[in-house]
């Protein structure tokens, strides 16, 4: 991996900034050592800890308090599945970028519902990570429609644990049935992986006016990010 020296667009040596703290979660040494020549060096990024298994990251979280998770998902012990979970259910927890292969389809899926911001390929080049952990640092999911759109088609399987589709999609549907018909327009396009601009065009609102929507659905339903909201419309078979 290659390290990136700054990128059109985004944030430059010169702003007054606080540097988004990144903790680095995988088994291989070379990926963790790479990761961090990638994210090092750029002055709005500093990665602050590494752990070498899914067991250490409470304990990596409690001493280095990052905002983001680079979370391998095939470790030895604990795996990053597991630790993205019991993260994501604690208090205020930091936002978590899971790192995978495409074909983990099911595992991705199961990551995304735990709660984490998105995915990255192990290959994803180094500007499109960097890109992707100063996004989930500002609130927003990482997966683009494309990738959406692509993950929900290919996820045929029940999700892991004990409930099944069957149960999932009530859940859904009972959710989405509280909505207003303007939010669940919106929802659906969410679940069609259509981008804020895509909604705006499409409904007749501004951008503003979508996020503004957006936010809304994430408090109402309990959400962690747009992702969640389109998997829940999956569940609900409405795409």
Do not use: W
């Not at 790192?99 to 499109?128: I, S």
Request: hydrophobic letters at 45%; aromatic letters at 2%.
């Amino acid at each position: 991996m290659a390290g990136v020296t700054g990128l059109p667009g985004e944030t430059g040596a010169g702003a007054d900034i606080t540097p988004v703290r990144v903790l680095i979660v995988d088994d291989d040494a070379l990926v963790r050592a790479g990761l961090s020549m990638i994210l090092g060096g750029l002055p709005d990024l500093i990665v602050v800890g590494e752990a070498a298994d899914g067991g250490e990251v409470p304990a990596a979280v409690a001493a280095h308090a990052p905002d983001v998770v680079l979370m391998d998902i095939r470790m030895p012990r604990v795996d990053g599945l597991t630790a993205t979970e019991t993260l994501r259910a604690q208090p205020h927890p930091p936002e978590v970028l899971v790192l995978t292969t495409f074909d983990a389809d099911e595992q991705v899926l199961r990551a995304l519902r735990a709660g984490a911001a998105g995915f990255l390929l192990k290959d994803t080049p180094p500007a499109e990570i960097v890109r992707a952990v100063r996004r989930v640092a500002a609130g927003e999911a990482t997966l683009s429609p494309t990738v959406t759109r692509t993950l929900i088609a290919h996820v045929t399987g029940p999700a892991p644990g004990p409930a099944g589709p069957d149960s999932r999609r009530e859940r859904a549907l009972r959710l989405l049935t509280g909505l207003s018909e303007r939010e669940r327009q919106v929802a659906v396009a969410l679940g069609r992986g259509c981008t804020n601009a895509e909604i705006a065009g499409e409904l007749f609102m501004s951008v503003a006016t979508v996020k503004a929507y957006v936010s809304r659905l994430l408090t109402r339903l309990d959400l962690n990010n747009r992702v969640q909201v389109a998997l829940l419309v999956h569940d609900a078979g409405l795409v």
